[in-house]
């Protein structure tokens, strides 16, 4: 999957990427887990590519779907954060996106 761009309310502009895995057949399927970074460039440029253990100054964390609809987790990153509010607004809009795959 492409990383999911989306601007908070407080104009804090975010980069999300979902940790996909294939089947067999090619076709990826959802995602449990969607790290956050802050996006300086709003969507504009190069995705970095990040792959395992993340540094990376724009890192804010990643958020768990335990139990989809009910249960979610925000894992902080080691420098900047998300605030409670903006890590329930995030996970509002990647709800909104799993629940719709029309507007993938």
């Keep these: 999957m492409t990383p999911l761009f ?18 067999i ?11 956050v970074f802050h996006d300086e460039n709003n969507g504009v440029g190069k995705d ?3 792959t395992g253990k993340i540094i990376d100054p ?8 335990e139990k989809p609809g ?3 987790t925000y894992t902080a990153g080691d420098g900047r954060t998300l ?3 903006e890590a329930e607004e995030v996970i509002e809009y990647i709800s909104l ?3 719709n795959p029309s507007i993938w």
């Design 6 to 23: 989306f601007t908070l309310e407080n104009n804090h502009s975010l980069k999300i990427i979902p940790e996909t895995r294939v089947y």
């Design 48 to 50: 970095k590519g990040h």
């Design 70 to 72: 009910h249960i979610f």
């Design 58 to 65: 724009d890192y804010l964390g990643f958020i768990t779907f």
């Design 25 to 35: 057949d090619g076709r990826p399927i959802l995602s449990y887990n969607y790290s």
């Design 97 to 99: 996106i799993r629940d």
């Design 83 to 85: 605030s409670p509010g």
